[in-house]
């Protein structure tokens, strides 16, 4: 999932990038210009998945995957662009987005539409030449259709599934809880264990894989033989294939270094034709070998699955090793050497990009990745982790300022100010990068998560994707599974279950409010409705995983990662010691402040009638305009270290939770192969998204407006500062959320404009630390920003702009004083 | 908390509280401004605060004319008529009654009385923040000092709780009250706005003998100061008390920082919402260089210099 802060379009002016001058080298300057060009779409693995179906229509599946994953690779495109010193591409194209069987439904649908068309559509365009369109409805298309996973789910779904919880063939288009998501997708999003291939190499692992192979020949072996043996065929093919991929590059950069006339690059070019012949099959020597072999590694799992969230883990840990050697001990290779090979390596990740749909790409513009390297933290005996590689991470980011990888830094008690304070200089930036991870929320989450094993594993915990908590390549995390959008419940325990959009009676009948004679009334209807849909939702997802289970298998993948060598069992079957099903809450502040509202308003103070409640939501609040503001104005609302508005947040996050730990006890709801269920706050865009699923909201929400975003207040309540959204995020259960969920928060950047300022920001970082806030992102304002708030004052409330000696709220101020301050905000410079 | 009944029920009316501002002392602060301020400085940004009794304010562009205030005001001081809100000041007692009613908050009541328990409880909230920044609390205003039992009260109780305490003050308070409150302050923020008495009384409305012999007595007892000079052109930015100011605060051996704070008018819609006039608003902005020559001139008195705002 992609975490682009909700205000990252409109950075550019007026912020410290504008200022800021990159130090890197004219070839990464090149290379990070390179990027920025529009994607296209590359039909190669289409192209070969269509060639191995065929040719390998007999063998069983998980073989015909490792053969689509050998033909693919032994066809595919390879390029080592000018400049380059980390060689691996993903699609044949410089900036490209692969088109795999999978898409084809979707695809099918949508290109040539005069809206959704891939080069039409307002964001995430993907340019496609007429050839390739030609190509795409007269092979591809027509080859596919019918043997996807998504006609394959449609096709055994029951008709209950379909209609409760499958967005795309419901008869409700604002179904509460949505579990369909995964349709037309591999597994994913998982972490290989890319500091085992750098100390065994894929050789080592493929000796691993003949032991695992051999002892099935054992005679207390019984069960299960045949598939496993096949696994263990596909898994070896795939290695196979691999490194001889691998020397594909080996090959190409040894021709272009016999035909190049430059001689510095000559030697480069031997360099890479040296690297890529050892790295990744054997183990790396150096710094430039364990870039490469990471990188490549990186490739081949894009190849083997098509998801978007597949996690570079601790770096900085794994790699520290090879940075000492290299630069510290044997001292082959300075410092500014060893950054620019980081940033050549680091800009890669913005060369490719998945293919989304129309629908999916609005929930997560910004080209739909998630490749997020985590860096900080502490060590597994809980010693301050950060190291030399740490800062090169911060300095190389600071250089590129580019889209991907997503950066998260761990921080707890004793990360050393100078991490900090480097960080904080990022955020400056405004970039909203790195993302910042509380260590104490983050080892209680792994708590939850992993009961069963130790403080110092739960210490090794990593962001894998958006927001997603995980210990790495021991788990297999299906992160993103299933969205509940909380305020439609509540939408459905006012209406009797009905659908105030579409008028359907989707939901049980839970009764008509006017009835409900206290406050526990409300809860107990809205209960009632978090449970029926829960258990709904788990059942289409059960159905959605086992399907992928029957076909998604990913025996590249499985091999790097913990279980599925043991086990003898693919990832997409449970393989991985441990398995888990994300599912994301949406709309936690609207819910929370609704209830807050009929609570106080109803009940407490008896000063509005279920009547005039009813009236006023179904009307969309139209006329009903005094109502309207008594509700926004006149109850507490959450994110203002209110602890009645922040207990009803606590009071929605606890009712939900409480059903998703009661389905992961009922095991039939689970995927047969077992796994959890874990709960996370919405991440991406989907706020924006979901706002047209619930009708107007008691809380004054005006359909069809955003939903507050993440686990963040609803835009424009939160009127007591950053502090005071921090403290009400505090009193959460957010532990019992191990999968995350994130908080963003807009600062002026005129709060980091001095030295000083920087300290400051640093002393806040170590109290949401301190707080128990697990994951928080900064939106730095600019101007343009500033001016967006001027036009709509009303969601821009909580804006928090330095006037002079003091603070204000942006929007109290009028607008003579506003332009003041975007005028002076222009001048600022640092 | 070793208080008598008194100052347990002793009130006093808070214009506001603003919780992480980071200009008001080292590290991040919550501020309290409290009402009431013996000066009537001409360039005031915060009038709302120069009166010790609530008041209403008036936002008109917030109004969505539902008319609930009208009957409600036991004055008939509201006019809703001609399609804007007007509020007859004269007769207007400031009882708050229209602002209860008012959901849009197009009427607000400024001034709220909290008692000392209310008011630590409000600061308390953010001491993971105060530890880590080495911030804490600056009282402000108005005047933060008018009421000595009041004040220090308050002060030994976030004293008691260990958050650290700033008082932004204009100086112009008997040395009794001060001197009362020195043991719980960790620092001053002390206005000094012109050195020739004649003009301090023209632009402000009083003397400037109590608040420059107090800044001395201050500094004699080594309370840390924080000299501040709003710097409003053709008012207080002569080269000539510039000079002076720097002599003075050279002699303050307490002395951490000289802020220079500009002149803004963003305290101009603040009046328009009180209906009173602005007196200055037709005075040029202080232009950079101009400040950046004031604050090497206080530098070349070997003082630490910053300009804030």
């Known amino acids: ?830 | 908390m070793t208080r008598n009944s008194v100052t347990a029920t002793a009130k006093r009316l808070v214009l506001s509280i603003t919780r992480m501002t980071i200009h008001n002392g080292p590290g991040i602060r919550t501020l309290i401004l409290f009402k009431g301020c013996p000066l009537r400085c001409l360039w005031c940004s915060t009038p709302e605060a120069q009166k010790d009794e609530a008041e209403i304010a008036l936002y008109p562009n917030r109004c969505i004319h539902c008319e609930q205030c009208v009957p409600v005001c036991p004055t008939n001081a509201i006019d809703l008529t001609g399609g804007t809100m007007s509020v007859n000041r004269a007769v207007c007692d400031n009882c708050g009654k229209c602002a209860q009613v008012c959901h849009t908050e197009a009427i607000k009541l400024l001034g709220q009385e909290m008692t000392i328990e209310e008011l630590l409880t409000e600061v308390k909230k953010d001491a993971i923040v105060y530890k880590h920044s080495r911030g804490g609390v600056t009282i402000s205003g108005g005047e933060p000092l008018l009421n000595p039992e009041f004040t220090q009260e308050l002060l030994r109780a976030f004293k008691k709780e260990n958050v650290g305490v700033g008082v932004d003050t204009c100086g112009h308070v008997p040395w009794t009250t001060i001197e009362k409150v020195l043991p719980y302050i960790d620092f001053f923020l002390w206005d000094i706005k012109h050195m020739n008495d004649e003009k301090h009384r023209k632009f402000t409305g009083v003397s400037n003998k109590f608040i420059l012999s107090n800044a001395r007595s201050v500094s004699e007892r080594n309370v840390p100061l924080y000299i501040r000079v709003p710097v409003i052109p053709g008012y207080n930015d002569s080269e000539e008390n510039i000079r002076a100011v720097c002599e003075f605060a050279r002699d303050l051996s307490s002395l951490v920082n000289v802020d220079l704070l500009p002149l803004h008018h963003l305290g101009k819609a603040r009046y328009n919402s009180l209906n009173l006039a602005y007196p200055i608003a037709d005075i040029p902005l202080i232009p950079d260089d101009v400040l950046h020559n004031i604050k090497k001139m206080v530098e070349s008195y070997q003082l630490n210099c910053s300009i804030v705002g």
Not at chain 1, 219 to 240: C, M, W
Not at chain 1, 377 to 403: K, Y
Not at chain 1, 516 to 545: C, D, P, T
Not at chain 1, 790 to 815: N, Q
Request: proline share 5%.
């Open chain 1, 1 to 830: 999932m992609s975490t682009v802060p909700s205000d990252k379009r409109v950075r550019n002016a007026g912020n410290g990038q504008e200022s800021f001058t990159p130090t890197c080298s004219e070839r990464v300057q090149r290379v990070k210009n390179r990027v920025l060009r529009p994607m296209e779409i590359c039909l190669e693995r289409a192209r070969a998945e269509m060639k191995a179906l065929e040719q390998y229509k007999n063998e069983p599946g998980v073989i015909q995957r490792a053969r689509i994953f050998e033909t693919y690779l032994k066809e595919k495109t390879i390029h080592i662009l000018e400049d380059e010193l980390i060689a691996g591409n993903i699609t044949s194209k410089i900036r490209g987005a692969s088109f795999s069987s999978e898409m084809s439904r979707f695809v099918d649908e949508e290109l040539g539409d005069p809206v959704k068309d891939f080069e039409i559509r307002p964001y995430d365009k993907v340019i496609i030449n007429p050839k390739e369109r030609k190509e795409i409805r007269e092979v591809l298309i027509p080859y596919f259709k019918g043997k996807t996973l998504g006609d394959y789910i449609l096709e055994i779904a029951s008709k209950e599934v379909k209609e409760k919880v499958f967005s795309i063939t419901s008869s409700c288009s604002h179904i509460p809880f949505i579990a369909d998501l995964s349709l037309d997708k591999d597994i994913g999003h998982q972490m290989a264990n890319y500091e085992k291939v750098l100390h065994k190499g894929l050789k080592g692992i493929r000796d691993e894989v003949e032991w695992c192979q051999a002892q099935l020949d054992q005679p207390y072996q019984h069960f299960g033989l045949q598939e496993k043996r096949d696994f263990y065929k596909a898994v070896l093919i795939t290695l196979d294939t691999a490194m001889a991929y691998a020397g594909r590059y080996a090959d190409l950069a040894r021709e272009m270094a016999a035909e190049e006339a430059d001689p510095k690059r000559k030697q480069e070019l031997e360099h890479i034709a040296e690297a890529c012949r050892r790295v990744p099959a054997n183990p790396a020597r150096d710094w430039w070998e364990a870039l490469q072999s990471v990188w490549m590694i990186h490739v081949l799992i894009h190849c083997d699955v098509y998801n978007l969230a597949n996690s570079l883990g601790r770096f900085d840990q794994y790699m520290h090793f090879f940075y000492k050697k290299s630069v510290i001990d044997e001292k082959t290779m300075s410092h500014d050497e060893a950054l620019e090979l980081l940033e050549c390596f680091w800009i890669k990740f913005n060369e490719w990009a998945i293919l989304l749909s129309y629908d999916v790409a609005s929930y997560q513009p910004g080209q739909g990745l998630s490749q997020t390297i985590t860096v900080g933290g502490q060590t597994r005996d809980g010693r301050d982790a950060c190291n030399e590689v740490t800062m090169l991470c911060l300095e190389a980011e600071e250089q590129l300022g580019r889209p991907q990888p997503e950066f998260a830094m761990r921080i707890w008690e004793g990360t050393p100010d100078s991490y900090l304070k480097k960080a904080t200089e990022l955020i400056r930036l405004g970039w909203g990068k790195p993302k910042f991870i509380g260590d104490r929320k983050a080892i209680q989450m792994m708590a939850k998560a992993y009961p069963d094993r130790t403080i110092e594993d739960w210490r090794e915990c990593v962001i894998m994707g958006c927001s997603e908590l995980c210990l790495p390549h021991i788990t297999m995390q299906h992160s993103w599974e299933g969205v509940c959008i909380l305020p439609k419940i509540l939408e459905l325990a006012l209406n009797d279950g009905k659908c105030t959009l579409c008028g359907r009676q989707i939901g049980p009948l839970t009764g008509d409010p006017r009835d409900f004679e206290s406050m526990a009334a409300v809860k107990r209807a809205f209960q009632e409705q978090v449970f029926y849909w829960m258990k709904h939702m788990a059942g289409g997802i059960k159905l959605v995983k086992e399907a992928q289970a029957e076909r998604m298998m990913a025996p590249f993948c499985s091999s790097l990662s913990e279980g599925p060598l043991q086990k003898g069992l693919d990832l997409s079957r449970g393989g991985a010691w441990y398995t888990s099903y994300g599912i994301y809450l949406a709309g936690l502040a609207d819910t929370a402040d609704s209830l807050a509202v009929i609570d106080k308003l109803i009940y407490c103070d008896k000063k509005i009638t279920w009547d005039q409640m009813l009236e006023a939501i179904k009307a969309n609040w139209e006329g009903h305009e005094n109502l309207r503001q008594l509700c926004i104005n006149g109850v507490p609302k959450y994110g203002n270290d209110d602890d009645f508005a922040d207990s009803w947040a606590s009071w929605v996050m606890n009712t939900w939770y409480d059903e998703v730990d009661w389905i992961n006890i009922r095991k039939d709801l689970l995927p047969y192969y077992g796994g959890l269920y874990i709960g996370a706050g919405i991440i991406g865009q989907n706020n924006v998204t979901f706002g047209p699923w619930p009708g107007a909201l008691p809380n004054g929400r005006i359909y069809p407006r955003p939903l507050a975003d993440c686990i963040s207040p609803s835009p424009g309540v939160d009127k007591n500062g950053p502090t005071a959204v921090v403290r009400s995020v505090s009193k959460l259960p957010t532990h019992r959320f191990a999968m995350g969920g994130p908080l963003n928060l807009r600062l002026s950047h005129q709060l980091l404009a001095t030295d000083r300022d920087l300290d400051n920001f640093v002393s806040f970082l170590r109290a949401i630390e301190e707080l128990g806030i697990y994951h928080t992102q900064f939106n730095v304002i600019s101007s343009e920003f500033l001016r967006k708030a001027m036009k709509e004052p009303e969601s821009h409330r909580d804006l928090l702009v330095r006037v002079a000696s003091y603070c204000a709220y942006f929007c109290e101020l009028t607008e003579e004083q506003q332009l003041d301050i975007i005028n002076r905000t222009e001048q600022q410079a640092w």
